[in-house]
Structure formats: structure tokens, C-alpha cells
């Protein structure tokens, strides 16, 4: 694929569980061609996948399998394609959750999903601010409070088995995973699209990453 | 964290209610509005749709993806909404989630099929409570206030979620217009008997109010519309007042 303008061109998977059209536009208003992508071939070339996600852990994985997106994504992944997982997008990167007990994740970050473990309101729906560890990628570079603020909601977050993975934490009467990485797969259990501006510009964050990788000669 | 969500009510597309914002170019346009809500630091949008006929449907959901194209904090679309389709139009339009008021209360199984195949978290119960005169709690009111159900807003809080609610948006009729803080007791009574978050709604009018909606009523967000569309407070302001009384909130 040709990147017009160092244009990064991210395919934005569409699986049925999700709405798509903020992460497009919020990606597209960072300067990235998006290609939403119903079956695994429009996704073919594309410099960079984002995996969103609203719902059931069980029937994601359903969806994802029916269409052909499990296969695809790990071989993305395989080859070193950054991958973006947003909330259960986050979520279905690990090999399982307690959410769907029988149904295997994708096993892109070893590591289970449960249930958050509190005695405050679930689902955890509002703003926190997430604490990122030092020098982690994703991580805003200085700035206040509200630079790390993001929109969560959810009632299950993820537990990745080596603590090397995890990227930062947020508090809902107990510390959770709210962003983890291994290799070039990424997640996030906030909602950067929905986050306004601390949001988009970890989105911006993530696409000059992308870019980075692009301008490294195969 | 506290949510501060400014509500629009929309008309046939256009934002009706007095605008009283200087720099605001068209203040009938949802959009702009909403904009510059989001700019200001508002944590999430309810757009209420008060459009009559059925048969302007069509201009809501456009009306959602405009706003999903410029706004990009989460935002509610109430009003109207009847059936799963209607639910599944809106969202797939861009809304994060949807409200029902009077047709949970005459369909309440809808909630359930609602919430099973969207997801708890986009299905918001809006409930319009008026105190009884006999003290036997709250009644829950559709139309507007105009309308009594015979049900008792606490129960049906209860019974909403139990069906699947992932928030609830609760409106003291009696203090919705006037300005003289939010029904604390209707709120606390309906925050402690549901797991899920409870939306203050109706009644702001001074800044103290606010964090009086968290600190005595335990709601886990604030909505006003009239004080933030004329200009009274700005959400900046609502914000500072509630931290000073020491509610956490987004700044």
C-alpha cells in the first residue's frame, strides 16, 4: 500500500461490536488514512490495525472467528504490525476471560481478564487517571492531571501474567490494567476516542509509532 | 472521578431552550453547541430529542453523526426512542448510548433485550420522579410530568437495572426548572438500592448544588441544561465549585 503525505493507513476492524465512526474519525483528524475493514482481506497492506470493541468477550471472539479475524490478527501480529486494542478490544488480546469462561481470547498478551475486583459501582463508567509506568510507549510525556485522564467503561479489566507488560494502572477502588503492550500489540481500557483531547492525543501518540516503523527501511 | 454533563434539547435538529453564548456562531446547531461544551471541559453530552412525530426520526440520527464526526467525549441521545431498532439506528449512527424513559416504563422487557444486544453499558433509564404527597416515596411520571404511572421510582429504579440498566438518569420533577438544588433524598434513595451509577438531573441552580448532589444524594454524575445554555455557570466553573467541596472531578 502507497502512503500518500507519510499518511500511516490504519485498518479500523468492523465486527458488529462496535460503532466505528468516532476511532475513524478521531484517527482520520490525527492525519491517518482509515480502512474500515469487514473481512480480513480489506485489511491487507494496511500499515497498522486498530481492534475496538463494546460488548460480550464471547461473542466478540465469535464474531472475530466467523469472519476471519482471529487468523489475521495473529499473523499481524506475528509480523510486527502495531495492533491497537480499544476496551474489549483491549480485553480479547488476552488468552481468556471470566466473562465467557469457554471461550479462548487471542493470546497476543499472555494473561486472563476478570471481573474488577471492587466495592464501588460497576460497570466503572467515568473519567480516571491512569498512571502510567516511566518510559513505557503511550505514555503522555510530561503535562498535568487531565493530560491523563481518559473515559472508561467497563466492569472487566486485564490481568497480563508478566507485570513487564503492563504499561499504567487506574483506580476504581482498586488498581486495575488500564493499558499493556507486548511486542507491537497494544491496548487500552479507556476509550482514547472518547477522551477528547488527552484521548486524541494518545491516539497521536500510537500513530507516530506507527510511523516510526514505517520510516525504518525493511 | 464526577461527571459534569451539560443536556441539549433538540428540536427537529436544532437546539431549542434560550443559547446565551457570545461566541457561538449558530446557537441552534447541536453540534456547535456541543463542541464547545466538550471544549470547556464537559465530560459527557446527553441530547435530549423532544421532536413529536416519528416520521422526523430521520433527523436525529443525522444529527448523531454529525456529532459524532466533531465531538469526541461520549454522548446520550434520549427521546423518542421506542423500539430496538430506533436503539440500534442511533448507535450505529454514533451515539454511545442510548436513554428510554417512557417506553422501558410501558415496555420494560425492551431494557432486557436492549441491554443483551447492545451491551449494559450504552443503556441508560431515565426516570422523572414527583414526590407523593403521602410519603410513600416517589412517583415515577412520563410526558414530561404530565403523566402518572402509579409506580414508585425507587422499585423501578431497582427493577430497571435488574433488567439491565448500566446507568440510570434520575429527575426530580419537582425541582426540575427551579433552581433550588437537586431532590438529594429521591437521589440517595435511588443510588443506594441500584449497583450502577446514578445521573443527578433537575434542580441546579446555585453552585453549591452540585456537589450536594454527590456528597448527599451519592449520584455519580451531575446534568444540568438551563444554567450552563444561559451562560449562568460555565462547566469550568461548576467544576472548581465541586472540587473545592471536595468532589473529585475532571480539570
Given at each position: 500500500?502507497?502512503?500518500?503525505?507519510?499518511?500511516?493507513?490504519?485498518?479500523?476492524?468492523?465486527?458488529?461490536?462496535?460503532?466505528?465512526?468516532?476511532?475513524?474519525?478521531?484517527?482520520?483528524?490525527?492525519?491517518?488514512?482509515?480502512?474500515?475493514?469487514?473481512?480480513?482481506?480489506?485489511?491487507?497492506?494496511?500499515?497498522?490495525?486498530?481492534?475496538?470493541?463494546?460488548?460480550?468477550?464471547g461473542?466478540?471472539?465469535?464474531?472475530?472467528?466467523?469472519?476471519?479475524?482471529?487468523?489475521?490478527?495473529?499473523?499481524?501480529?506475528?509480523?510486527?504490525?502495531?495492533?491497537?486494542?480499544?476496551?474489549?478490544?483491549?480485553?480479547?488480546?488476552?488468552?481468556?476471560?471470566?466473562?465467557?469462561?469457554?471461550?479462548?481470547?487471542?493470546?497476543?498478551?499472555?494473561?486472563?481478564?476478570?471481573?474488577?475486583?471492587?466495592e464501588?459501582?460497576?460497570?466503572?463508567?467515568?473519567w480516571?487517571?491512569?498512571?502510567?509506568?516511566?518510559?513505557?510507549?503511550?505514555?503522555?510525556?510530561?503535562?498535568?492531571?487531565?493530560?491523563?485522564?481518559?473515559?472508561?467503561?467497563?466492569?472487566?479489566?486485564?490481568?497480563?501474567?508478566?507485570?513487564?507488560?503492563?504499561?499504567?494502572?487506574?483506580?476504581?477502588?482498586?488498581?486495575?490494567?488500564?493499558?499493556a503492550?507486548?511486542?507491537?500489540?497494544?491496548g487500552?481500557?479507556?476509550?482514547?476516542?472518547?477522551?477528547?483531547?488527552?484521548?486524541?492525543?494518545?491516539?497521536?501518540?500510537?500513530?507516530?509509532?506507527?510511523?516510526?516503523?514505517?520510516?525504518?527501511?525493511? | 472521578?464526577?461527571?459534569?454533563?451539560?443536556?441539549?434539547?433538540v428540536?427537529?435538529?436544532?437546539?431549542?431552550?434560550?443559547?446565551n453564548?457570545?461566541?457561538?456562531?449558530?446557537?441552534?446547531?447541536?453540534?456547535?453547541?456541543?463542541?464547545?461544551?466538550?471544549?470547556?471541559?464537559?465530560?459527557?453530552?446527553?441530547?435530549?430529542?423532544?421532536?413529536?412525530?416519528?416520521?422526523?426520526?430521520?433527523?436525529?440520527?443525522?444529527?448523531?453523526?454529525?456529532t459524532?464526526?466533531?465531538?469526541?467525549?461520549?454522548?446520550?441521545?434520549?427521546?423518542?426512542?421506542?423500539?430496538?431498532?430506533?436503539?440500534?439506528?442511533?448507535?450505529?449512527?454514533?451515539?454511545?448510548?442510548?436513554?428510554?424513559?417512557?417506553?422501558?416504563?410501558?415496555?420494560?422487557?425492551?431494557?432486557?433485550?436492549?441491554?443483551?444486544?447492545?451491551?449494559?453499558?450504552?443503556?441508560?433509564?431515565?426516570?422523572?420522579?414527583k414526590?407523593?404527597?403521602?410519603?410513600?416515596?416517589?412517583?415515577v411520571?412520563?410526558?414530561?410530568?404530565?403523566?402518572?404511572?402509579?409506580?414508585?421510582?425507587?422499585?423501578?429504579?431497582?427493577?430497571?437495572?435488574?433488567?439491565?440498566?448500566?446507568e440510570?438518569?434520575?429527575?426530580?420533577?419537582?425541582?426540575?426548572?427551579?433552581?433550588?438544588?437537586?431532590?438529594?433524598?429521591?437521589?440517595?434513595?435511588?443510588?443506594?438500592?441500584?449497583?450502577?451509577?446514578?445521573?443527578?438531573?433537575?434542580?441546579?441552580?446555585?453552585?453549591?448544588?452540585?456537589?450536594?448532589?454527590?456528597?448527599?444524594?451519592?449520584?455519580?454524575?451531575?446534568l444540568?441544561?438551563?444554567?450552563?445554555?444561559?451562560?449562568?455557570?460555565?462547566?469550568?466553573?461548576?467544576?472548581?465549585?465541586?472540587?473545592?467541596?471536595?468532589?473529585?472531578?475532571?480539570?
Amino acid at each position: 500500500m502507497t502512503h500518500a503525505g507519510g499518511a500511516p493507513v490504519v485498518a479500523l476492524l468492523d465486527y458488529e461490536m462496535s460503532n466505528l465512526r468516532s476511532a475513524a474519525k478521531a484517527l482520520e483528524r490525527l492525519g491517518a488514512r482509515v480502512h474500515v475493514a469487514v473481512r480480513p482481506a480489506d485489511a491487507l497492506g494496511c500499515d497498522a490495525v486498530v481492534l475496538p470493541g463494546v460488548g460480550r468477550f464471547g461473542a466478540a471472539m465469535e464474531r472475530l472467528e466467523t469472519l476471519g479475524f482471529v487468523g489475521m490478527l495473529r499473523e499481524a501480529a506475528g509480523g510486527g504490525t502495531p495492533i491497537l486494542g480499544i476496551c474489549l478490544g483491549l480485553q480479547l488480546l488476552m488468552d481468556g476471560s471470566e466473562e465467557s469462561p469457554d471461550v479462548p481470547g487471542l493470546g497476543l498478551v499472555p494473561g486472563r481478564v476478570v471481573r474488577l475486583r471492587t466495592e464501588r459501582k460497576v460497570p466503572h463508567i467515568g473519567w480516571s487517571e491512569v498512571h502510567w509506568r516511566d518510559g513505557v510507549p503511550l505514555a503522555p510525556d510530561g503535562g498535568g492531571p487531565a493530560d491523563r485522564t481518559y473515559y472508561f467503561v467497563h466492569s472487566y479489566a486485564c490481568v497480563p501474567d508478566d507485570p513487564d507488560d503492563i504499561l499504567g494502572t487506574a483506580d476504581h477502588g482498586g488498581s486495575f490494567v488500564a493499558a499493556a503492550a507486548r511486542g507491537s500489540v497494544a491496548g487500552v481500557q479507556f476509550h482514547p476516542e472518547k477522551s477528547s483531547a488527552s484521548g486524541l492525543a494518545l491516539l497521536g501518540r500510537w500513530l507516530d509509532g506507527v510511523r516510526t516503523r514505517l520510516a525504518v527501511p525493511a | 472521578m464526577i461527571r459534569v454533563i451539560p443536556c441539549l434539547d433538540v428540536d427537529r435538529g436544532r437546539v431549542v431552550k434560550g443559547v446565551n453564548f457570545v461566541d457561538i456562531r449558530d446557537a441552534g446547531d447541536p453540534v456547535e453547541l456541543a463542541a464547545r461544551y466538550d471544549a470547556e471541559g464537559a465530560d459527557e453530552l446527553v441530547v435530549l430529542d423532544i421532536t413529536a412525530t416519528h416520521e422526523e426520526r430521520d433527523t436525529i440520527v443525522h444529527l448523531v453523526e454529525r456529532t459524532a464526526e466533531e465531538v469526541f467525549i461520549p454522548f446520550t441521545i434520549g427521546g423518542g426512542l421506542r423500539t430496538e431498532e430506533d436503539i440500534r439506528a442511533v448507535l450505529a449512527a454514533g451515539a454511545d448510548k442510548v436513554s428510554l424513559n417512557s417506553a422501558a416504563v410501558r415496555d420494560p422487557d425492551l431494557v432486557e433485550r436492549a441491554a443483551m444486544r447492545f451491551g449494559d453499558q450504552c443503556i441508560v433509564v431515565a426516570i422523572d420522579a414527583k414526590r407523593r404527597t403521602d410519603g410513600t416515596g416517589w412517583e415515577v411520571y412520563l410526558a414530561g410530568g404530565r403523566r402518572e404511572t402509579g409506580i414508585e421510582a425507587v422499585a423501578w429504579a431497582a427493577e430497571a437495572t435488574r433488567r439491565g440498566a448500566g446507568e440510570l438518569l434520575v429527575t426530580s420533577m419537582d425541582r426540575d426548572g427551579t433552581q433550588v438544588g437537586f431532590d438529594t433524598d429521591l437521589l440517595a434513595a435511588i443510588a443506594d438500592a441500584v449497583p450502577v451509577p446514578v445521573i443527578a438531573s433537575g434542580g441546579a441552580g446555585t453552585l453549591a448544588h452540585f456537589a450536594e448532589a454527590v456528597t448527599k444524594g451519592r449520584a455519580d454524575a451531575v446534568l444540568a441544561a438551563s444554567v450552563f445554555h444561559d451562560g449562568v455557570y460555565t462547566i469550568g466553573e461548576v467544576k472548581a465549585a465541586m472540587a473545592r467541596d471536595g468532589v473529585p472531578v475532571r480539570r
